[in-house]
């Protein structure tokens, strides 16, 4: 569920920052992608998806799994707090233009699984493979 004007849990509208707030304020508010009770009950999850290039200058010299814990870790440094502040997760979506994910990608893939097995009642290896694909 995408959710451009962020909603509360009775359906009213929340306060959306005017532009004088802190800019990193509004881009935590307005993540990539909003879910309500993906990790728990009615609670809202913000993903921020990144794709990084482990080939690139900055990535040189690093393994690939730091690489993107390196990154995970960066937005989560970033945001975390303020989705805190606001009773949200945060969970940063990060996988490489080589199709690694990061240890949150594969975590969010593992319960999106578990959560479509339980819906589509399918088994979990089907699922996961129709995931993969």
Not at 100 to 122: D, I, P, V
């Amino acid at each position: 569920m995408i959710n451009p004007a962020p909603m509360c849990a009775n359906g009213t509208k929340t306060h959306v920052p005017s532009a004088s707030s802190s800019s990193d304020f509004l881009n935590a508010d307005r993540g990539d992608l909003l879910i309500r009770g993906f990790w728990e009950g009615s609670t809202d999850t913000i993903f921020y998806v990144r794709v990084t290039n482990l080939d690139s200058k900055s990535h040189k010299n690093l393994p690939p799994k730091k690489a993107l814990e390196r990154q995970e870790k960066e937005k989560k440094k970033k945001y975390c707090k303020f989705c805190e502040n606001e009773r949200r997760h945060f969970t940063p979506f990060v996988v490489s233009t080589d199709g690694m994910y990061g240890f949150e990608a594969r975590a969010f893939l593992k319960r999106l699984a578990k959560l479509l097995t339980e819906e589509w009642e399918k088994p979990y290896p089907t699922v996961r493979g129709f995931i993969n694909a």
